[in-house]
Structure formats: C-alpha cells, structure tokens
C-alpha cells in the first residue's frame, strides 16, 4: 500500500522560493529511487528531477538546473524539492513519484502521490 503525500505548495511571487516535501510510507522508502514530476496547466507532464538509491545521486531537468535541489531524509521516510528563483512557466501541479526519471522516462502515474499546487505570480 504505497502512500504518497505531497505538501508545501502554494502561491509565490517570480523570484520567490518554496519547498515541497513528500511523506512516504507502505514500501521501504531509503531503497528507493525517487522523482518529481509536475503537470502544467496545459496538462503537459514534464519530469523535474531524481534521486538514486542506493546512493544519492540526483539528476535535474534542464529547466530547473542550478534553481531546483532534490533531497531525502531517510530517517523520515521523507522527500524534497528546493525551488528557488520561480519562475511563472514553474507554475504546475507538482508529485512526488516512487521510481527513476529522466529526460525521456517518467515514472508510471500509478507511482506519483496526490500531488500539491504550485502557482508562480505576482
């Protein structure tokens, strides 16, 4: 019984930042690989970015390069997302998915949780 539940969403002005996070339970979460994936207002899903486990190591989008940071923490079964200088195309819902990703892959939507609002405007 897989339980994904995304928080932290919410308004921010472009430029802003935010910090998603992701409570995981029903499988062993620290060897799990783990993604983020949002889907736009136009219902086009885009994968974000990936964390590697075992291991940790991550791969990021191009559009979110150098802005975006993925991270877990282990000990609380819990995924984020540091999204720092948004900008208005960020806007989308954002999920948190148990799986790889990359620039051609995303996880099977089976694998993604509810899923928490993002809006970037000022």
């Known amino acids: 019984q897989v339980q994904l539940v995304e928080s932290g969403g919410g308004l921010v002005q472009p430029g802003g930042s935010l910090r998603l996070s992701c409570a995981a339970s029903g499988f062993t979460f620290n060897s799990a690989s783990m993604s983020w994936v949002r889907q736009t207002p136009g219902k086009a899903v885009e994968w974000v970015s990936s964390?590697?486990?075992?291991?940790?190591?991550?791969a990021y989008a191009d559009f979110v390069k150098g802005r975006f940071t993925i991270s877990r923490d282990n000990a609380k079964n819990t995924l984020y997302l540091q999204m720092n200088s948004l900008k208005a195309e960020d806007t989308a819902v954002y999920y948190c998915?148990?799986?790889?990703?990359?620039?051609?892959?995303?996880?099977?939507?089976?694998?993604w949780g509810q899923g928490t609002q993002v809006t970037v405007s000022s």
């Open positions: 964390i590697y486990s075992p291991g940790s190591n991550t």
């Open positions: 998915a148990k799986g790889w990703g990359n620039y051609a892959y995303t996880p099977p939507r089976g694998n």
